[in-house]
């Protein structure tokens, strides 16, 4: 069982960068799979990054590849998401997920193979 706040959102000018934190409690937060999902208005929410409970794995989806980079802290019960080089299509509500099973293939990239979330954390990126 794990609670997830996120924090770090704000307005930024595009080619700027954020750094978005989500904060957990709860127990065996180092065994959990976590995910970084975004919501832009009228749209769908979709799958931005992924990190094993190691931290040894990671995948991004392809228009953040090379601009946003995931980590964790499995000693602070934290996990992260960089975001430089930010865009005005990066405007979005950004959630952290996190799931106890491990998520191969497509399955990592699916919101509702993720158990718990986070409130959500507002960028936007100014043009």
């Known amino acids: 069982q794990v609670q997830l706040v996120e924090s770090g959102g704000g307005l930024v000018q595009a080619g700027g960068s954020l750094r978005l934190s989500c904060a957990a409690s709860?127990?065996?937060?180092?065994?959990?799979?976590m995910g970084w999902f975004r919501q832009a208005p009228g749209k769908e929410r979709e799958f931005v990054a992924f990190i094993n409970w190691s931290g040894g794995s990671t995948y991004y989806e392809d228009s953040v590849k090379g601009r946003f980079t995931i980590s964790r802290d499995n000693a602070k019960n934290a996990m992260y998401l960089q975001m430089n080089s930010l865009k005005p299509e990066d405007t979005a509500v950004y959630y952290c997920a996190a799931d106890p099973y491990v998520l191969y293939g497509s399955r990592r990239y699916r919101a509702g193979e993720y158990d718990y979330w986070g409130q959500g954390t507002q960028v936007t990126v100014s043009s």
């Open positions: 709860g127990r065996t937060f180092s065994s959990y799979n």
